[in-house]
């Protein structure tokens, strides 16, 4: 089984909607991340989290939500959707041991908002 | 801000040709780190790098930290359809969040 996964892999909405991406993760780690990723962009930050009580913007966090339900949970929401939000969403985990911490990626979110 | 550089940002090459990507900045960083992205996955790390003047060899590739710990260079040699990919190099500062960059995507063609 992945040890982070994402739901759901592929989603179309339309503007104006809420959408909600959720991610898991299996590895016991505290830190959490929410990636938006467009051609020729790279991966743009959004939002973190060293830990449950823990939140903080990104680089991109306008427009974006999140909420830290557990160590495990780690869900991005859309408050309403509009079209420039189409993009691929990854999330991410990692231990925070320092000095060059590993980043552990889901397998992303496709997100089309018509 | 750490403003890094990466070159090239777009690579194509024939199977067995050998490629250096280079990431490049003015600021001194504590460890930088190299993730490759295959189509439709999302990075996987492949190598940090943390002492001035570190080579660290993965095979047929080849990651150097600069001296001054402000630029990097990845080499491959006799590249491989498999290495086909976005590589990221990411400075890791001591904030803990990790700022990727557009990367150099890399296409390698039997």
């Known amino acids: 089984d992945a040890d982070v996964t994402q739901t759901p892999r592929n989603r179309i909405t339309k503007t104006g909607k809420r959408i909600m991406l959720e991610c898991s993760q299996t590895?016991?780690?505290?830190?959490m991340y929410w990636y938006r990723q467009d051609p020729g962009l790279g991966l743009q930050l959004i939002y973190y989290s060293f830990d449950v009580k823990d939140i903080n913007k990104g680089e991109i966090s306008d427009g974006y939500s999140v909420s830290r339900q557990a160590q495990a949970k780690f869900s991005l929401s859309l408050e309403s959707a509009i079209p420039n939000q189409t993009a691929l969403y990854f999330c991410a985990t990692s231990f925070g041991g320092g000095g060059g911490d590993t980043q552990y990626f889901g397998p992303g979110t496709r997100l089309t908002v018509l | 801000t750490q403003l890094l550089e990466q070159s090239p940002q777009f690579l194509s090459i024939q199977e067995g040709e050998n490629l250096t990507v280079y990431c490049n900045s003015s600021?001194?960083?504590?460890?930088l780190q190299w993730y490759r992205q295959e189509p439709g996955e999302g990075p996987v790390l492949l190598v940090t790098?943390?002492?001035?003047?570190e080579v660290k060899k993965l095979k047929r590739l080849t990651f150097q930290f600069g001296d001054a710990r402000k630029d990097s260079s990845l080499h491959i040699t006799a590249a491989q359809p498999g290495d086909t990919g976005l590589y990221l190099c990411?400075?890791?500062?001591?904030?803990?969040?990790?700022?990727f960059g557009q990367g150099t995507e890399l296409s390698v063609k039997p």
């Open positions: 990411v400075p890791y500062n001591q904030g803990g969040k990790l700022i």
């Open positions: 600021s001194v960083f504590s460890s």
């Open positions: 790098v943390v002492t001035g003047g």
């Open positions: 590895k016991g780690h505290d830190r």
